[in-house]
């Protein structure tokens, strides 16, 4: 696997590393800075850079207060999820999915809230926004429970023009190394709200405040999730690529379109950022991993035994496949017909 980054942009960061070095900060400068402005116009909300999306979603927990009461994630998901609300002292609930998007399901979460429900965390999986997210941020804004979007694979995702993150508390975005806008590490919380901004900006940072030359504490429970300038500076860089990935993938995504109907169709209104391209019941020969498989379910399962109970969660994991669609694929450029033949066992079966 290479690492698909052109020399232009490569040159671009240079740049940007010696600019880090020539200013003397390593941590707390101006790339970090340009960083949250950039992609704060990019989401059309406030931001916040941390370490990675892990510490944004432990700071948002925090901030709903989930210590001593339930927190409600979907089953389907990464272990990360649900750690960093046990983490910030929370009990987990897990709740079902929908086939049709693999998202967390409004009936089964409408189902499982109780009296000691504090969060509700929403996973836009696979690179589009959930479907239900519009009637969850209703059930939970009527009940005042938290509602916390983890938005680690919808770079690029919209639903009437809102981009991840928009609905709830706040959204965390991942910028791991197999992201759409892959930093190696790193993380970004956004919210329409300054005032989680402004406290997740502390939480990251120890709680600590400087004014007029002297330190002092706002928080007991922050600590040291900073982003440092040197991954600040490759996404500034990485920014400068995100309109031409998306629409390369959007383009592939376009071609898939034709070549397979049963398939995740997001519904009008709404745009994917195609972190995967999600297909049911069609052996591939060329795919890539599972968002999410047996062995991310395990992590649950092993926690949790209720989760092998949920049928949708269960049934996703036995029936669906992701097309390649990491920006650099090398055959992203052939026909539909070509497309057929290199990922179709039995091109006949063309859906």
């Not at 941390?50 to 979603?57: I, S, T, V, W």
């Not at 999820?81 to 609930?93: D, E, L, P, S, Y």
């Not at 706040?170 to 791991?176: E, I, K, L, R």
């Not at 669906?320 to 026909?335: D, L, Q, R, T, V």
Request: charged share 20%.
């Amino acid at each position: 696997m290479f690492i698909p980054f052109e020399p232009e942009y490569r040159q671009r960061y240079y740049q940007r590393l010696e600019a880090v070095f020539a200013s003397g900060f390593l941590s707390e400068g101006t790339q970090v800075k340009e960083f949250e402005q950039s992609f704060a116009r990019y989401t059309g909300l406030e931001t916040a850079a941390l370490c990675n999306g892990g510490a944004g979603l432990t700071a948002l927990y925090e901030y709903a207060g989930v210590a001593g009461k339930e927190v409600i994630v979907p089953a389907n998901t990464f272990w990360a999820t649900t750690v960093a609300a046990k983490k910030a002292g929370a009990r987990i609930i897990y709740a079902d999915c929908n086939r049709e998007d693999l998202c967390l399901s409004f009936e089964d979460v409408k189902n499982r809230i109780t009296e000691q429900t504090a969060a509700v965390c929403v996973v836009h999986i696979g690179g589009h926004i959930a479907f239900d997210i519009e009637a969850i941020a209703k059930l939970c804004q009527e009940r005042g429970i938290a509602l916390i979007e983890d938005c680690c694979h919808a770079h690029g995702a919209t639903y009437h023009g809102k981009a991840a993150g928009s609905w709830g508390l706040g959204g965390v975005y991942s910028f791991y190394a197999t992201k759409t806008m892959p930093l190696g590490e790193g993380g970004m919380v956004v919210s329409s709200s300054p005032e989680v901004i402004d406290w997740v900006k502390l939480f990251r940072n120890y709680g600590k405040v400087v004014q007029d030359g002297q330190v002092s504490y706002a928080m007991d429970t922050g600590f040291n999730f900073r982003m440092g300038e040197v991954t600040a500076a490759l996404g500034n860089v990485q920014m400068e690529r995100m309109d031409a990935i998306l629409s390369w993938k959007r383009a592939l995504a376009k071609k898939f379109d034709q070549l397979f109907t049963h398939r995740v169709c997001v519904p009008e209104g709404m745009e994917s950022g195609y972190y995967k391209y999600i297909v049911f019941d069609l052996a591939l020969n060329e795919q890539t991993g599972q968002v999410f498989g047996k062995r991310d379910l395990g992590y649950n399962i092993e926690r949790n035994p209720a989760v092998k109970m949920l049928p949708n969660t269960e049934w996703l994991v036995a029936h669906h496949a992701c097309a390649p669609i990491w920006y650099g694929w090398e055959h992203a450029e052939k026909s539909v017909d070509e497309l057929a033949q290199i990922l179709l066992q039995d091109p006949k079966e063309r859906q």
